[in-house]
């Protein structure tokens, strides 16, 4: 601590001084509805999702399932660790969470949210055959075999495939579009499930084909 010149006293940190920290940026995450079940078993329905902003008062979050305002949401980042919050506004695709925190842990976020933005330019090479990459707009529709639409998030996108999250747990199999990307269910994941294509696709033109069929 820095010492006063004039009257030798310690200048005392102000709790709030990480309060107006803020990180912009896309961060991979999950989330839950606190209501909301899926499935005959009547678990908490999990998503994936994009934080798209944080501060230690609120956050931006995209995903497949808008909830109601002033539903509690569960979300968890590798980089912010798990947040609670209400929803204090719905957006077209997502909404703004106001965060449910005590002083203490709204201090340890900022320091988190600062740890992020000093790191947010590293890299990390994908070795896999076919890299995956996060698409810049990750909102489009899914098309099933009988003409049906619904709104889904993609998780991931590679030449082989893609990843979405939605709020239907498909049979292994069944045939589908992402977009105008036609594919079949081949796995299940923690918080949706993974297409394969019907044939590899060039990687510059994934994105415009991955947009919703009425953006073409």
């Keep these: 601590m820095f010492q006063n ?4 006293a310690a200048p005392q940190r102000s709790h709030f001084d990480w309060h107006d920290v803020r990180f912009i940026g896309a961060v991979a995450g999950r989330y839950a509805l606190a209501e909301r079940r899926s499935g005959a078993d009547g678990k908490v329905a999990v998503y994936a999702c994009r934080l798209c902003s944080i501060s230690t008062r609120q956050c931006v ?27 204090s506004r719905r957006l077209p695709s997502g909404f703004v969470l106001d965060l449910m925190l005590s002083d203490a842990e709204r201090n340890k976020l900022g320091g988190k949210i600062v740890w992020q933005k000093k790191r947010v330019h590293e890299q990390v090479p994908d070795k896999r055959e076919h890299r995956r990459i996060p698409p810049r707009d990750p909102r489009t529709l899914l098309t099933l075999a009988d ?11 590679s030449q082989s495939g893609i990843a979405v999250s939605a709020e239907i747990w498909p049979e292994l199999g069944t045939p589908m579009a992402v977009g105008k990307l036609v594919g079949r269910v081949v796995r299940y994941l923690d918080v949706g499930f993974a297409l394969r294509f019907m044939q590899l696709q060039e990687l510059d033109q994934i994105e415009a084909l991955m947009a919703p069929p009425a953006a073409q």
């Design 5 to 8: 010149a004039e009257d030798g």
């Design 61 to 87: 979050v995209v995903g497949p399932v808008v909830g109601r305002e002033g539903e509690v949401v569960a979300a968890h980042f590798d980089e912010f660790g798990m947040l609670r919050g209400k929803i």
């Design 147 to 157: 003409g049906t639409q619904m709104p889904c998030f993609v998780i991931d996108v």
